[in-house]
């Protein structure tokens, strides 16, 4: 359905930092059964319900989503609520396609922004910003020269704080 797995309440699981992470504590998103679907009652529900996401369900939202906040260790700025809102009123193809294209966009900022320390703030922008905005961002980066991973990755945060707080 999708090229990228996506969290059944609502998180873009392929902007988080634990699907972008290698090794054993990688999560392959709760689509693919990942790190957190076990425990996870809107996972067991959405299942059962037969339903691909909580924003197409006619009891959305209910308390079993209502108690799901942001990470503990990541600012998300509610994004599963955001997102449930947006399948629920533009459906889940609609969704998914302008999902795809922020996770793209998020795979290029890794590869060329990421100063080996940059991952979480990377993810935190791309979970929080809208997709005009991060387009925005992304063409405006395009002009950054600087051959030092580190200092591109500094003029990159620059770049952002200057377009996000005129």
């Avoid at 797995?5 to 998180?11: E, F, L, Q």
């Avoid at 290698?22 to 076990?38: L, N």
């Avoid at 079993?64 to 889940?92: I, P, Q, S, W, Y």
Wanted: glycine share 8%.
């Amino acid at each position: 359905m999708s090229r990228y797995a996506y969290g059944y309440c609502g998180m873009p699981c392929a902007l988080c930092t634990r699907y972008r992470t290698a090794g054993d504590s990688r999560c392959p998103g709760c689509s693919c059964d990942g790190y957190y679907t076990e425990p996870c009652k809107v996972h067991r529900c959405i299942r059962e319900k037969g339903l691909d996401h909580c924003g197409q369900c006619g009891d959305f939202p209910c308390p079993k989503l209502g108690k799901m906040g942001d990470f503990r260790d990541l600012n998300t700025g509610h994004v599963k609520e955001r997102t449930c809102r947006a399948v629920a009123a533009a459906g889940l193809p609609a969704w998914l396609a302008e999902y795809e294209e922020k996770a793209d966009l998020l795979t290029a900022a890794l590869e060329r922004y990421n100063n080996g320390r940059m991952k979480r703030y990377l993810c935190e922008l791309f979970l929080q910003q809208d997709l005009e905005t991060l387009r925005h961002i992304m063409a405006r980066a395009e002009a950054l020269e600087e051959p030092d991973p580190k200092a591109r990755g500094r003029a990159f945060q620059a770049l952002v704080r200057e377009m996000l707080d005129p």
